[in-house]
């Protein structure tokens, strides 16, 4: 063997050594962060039961006119009146597809730190449909907007199954 083709197999050997490092590092920068929920958060419904049902007029209510003003005062009864009711007070307002979707946010005044957002979309028959979810980044707990043979109930949920951290 000629000892001048060995240097070049060699310098190819390390060459080829360092992209599968260099390949090795990119895949690994973009993997995301896994971060951990923290079971630990206090929970901040623990008085209210697991499942409640509202009245769809009420959430209606949410949306009507005179009601969907910066700073206007909310209220959303729970568990039709078995419950404290949400109050609060409307955060922002949006609307979409000419109003087809409309979106409120509602800082509350009586659960500290939780907020409700609540939606509601209109089909093109003028059926109205809700989604929406009660809930405090600084608490373990939230309740999702579900609706069930055309009724809806507040479902209580762990927050970290709501939203990614």
Known sequence: MNNRQMPGIRLLYILCLFCSFSLQAQQAQEKAPLREPNYNKPRLFNSLPASMQVDKQDLLNIFS???TQKNQEVKLTLATGKALPFTGKMEDIYSE?????R????QSTNFKGAM??????????GTVSFVGRIFSYQHGDAFELQEKNNQYFWVKKNLHEMITE
């Open 103 to 106: 979106t409120v946010n509602v």
């Open 65 to 67: 006119a005179t009601s």
């Open 97 to 101: 597809n000419n109003g087809q979707v």
């Open 116 to 125: 409700l957002i609540l939606s509601s979309v209109t089909d093109t028959d």
